[in-house]
């Protein structure tokens, strides 16, 4: 049984960088890495992809938040940590992190509880 | 990068009704296609992958089908406890960009 939880900063300031933690735990490890990714929602609004990290420590970014993320794992892979930079009010929202399943892996099996992160001065 | 869109926003049922929510690819994604289901408060959970097989512990009034740009999650008879909010979800082959649909509302008539 695996669990994913969510840690960082509640709040930030516009311009500032956020770094989220999400650390993989497992009953019994498997010793076998599955990618994860990180996904937010805003308020009220839909559930938006913004970086994953592959088994093979491939990268894969949302086309239009590339230039302000960087995911990245340790060696283990039992932490994956998002890096967002130039913060915005916009970017106000619950930040989950998921793992995909084994079999097939672009389908997120289990998911963070997310975490709450506001941009404001 | 394929673009996922869901209809209708908002479905009004009662108990007992009949669920069919749809979820339509920019261009086919094969069966690679999930859905979700999300409760206020709570993070989303799986329900179905590759179109059509049930995650471990969802019930079989959940089902779903399609292939390449047309997808169909059907909810047989609706519970009190599946009034939520449903997504469905892909990824592209290559550049292996995810992407969720914007989502169907299904609130209580």
């Known amino acids: 049984q695996v669990t994913l939880k969510e840690s960082g900063p509640v709040r930030v300031k516009p311009t500032e960088t956020l770094t989220l933690t999400c650390t993989v735990s497992e009953i019994s490890p498997t010793n076998t890495r599955m990618g994860v990714s990180w996904i937010r929602q805003s308020p009220g609004k839909a559930l938006e992809w913004l970086a994953h990290?592959?088994?093979?420590?491939?990268?894969s970014y949302n086309t239009s938040l590339q230039s302000r993320l960087t995911i990245s794992t340790d060696t283990s892979g039992s932490q994956v940590v998002l890096v967002m930079t130039n913060l915005d009010p916009v970017d106000t929202a619950t930040y989950y992190c998921a793992r995909v399943i084994t079999g097939a892996p672009y389908v997120f099996g289990v998911w963070g509880q997310g975490t709450l992160v506001t941009v404001s001065s | 990068e394929i673009v996922l869109t869901q209809s209708p926003a908002t479905l009004s049922l009662s108990p007992g009704d009949r669920a069919t929510l749809s979820c339509r690819a920019s261009q086919s994604v094969g069966t690679f296609l999930a859905w979700y289901q999300q409760k206020p408060g709570q993070a989303p959970r799986l329900l179905i992958y590759d179109a059509s097989n049930r995650a471990t512990g969802i019930p079989a009034r959940f089902s779903g089908s399609g292939s390449g740009t047309d997808f169909t999650l059907t909810i047989s008879s609706l519970e009190p406890e599946d009034f939520a909010v449903y997504y469905c979800?892909?990824?592209?082959?290559?550049?292996?960009?995810?992407?969720f649909g914007p989502g169907t509302k299904v609130e209580s008539k």
């Open positions: 990290i592959f088994s093979n420590d491939e990268k």
């Open positions: 979800q892909q990824r592209n082959n290559w550049p292996p960009l995810f992407a």
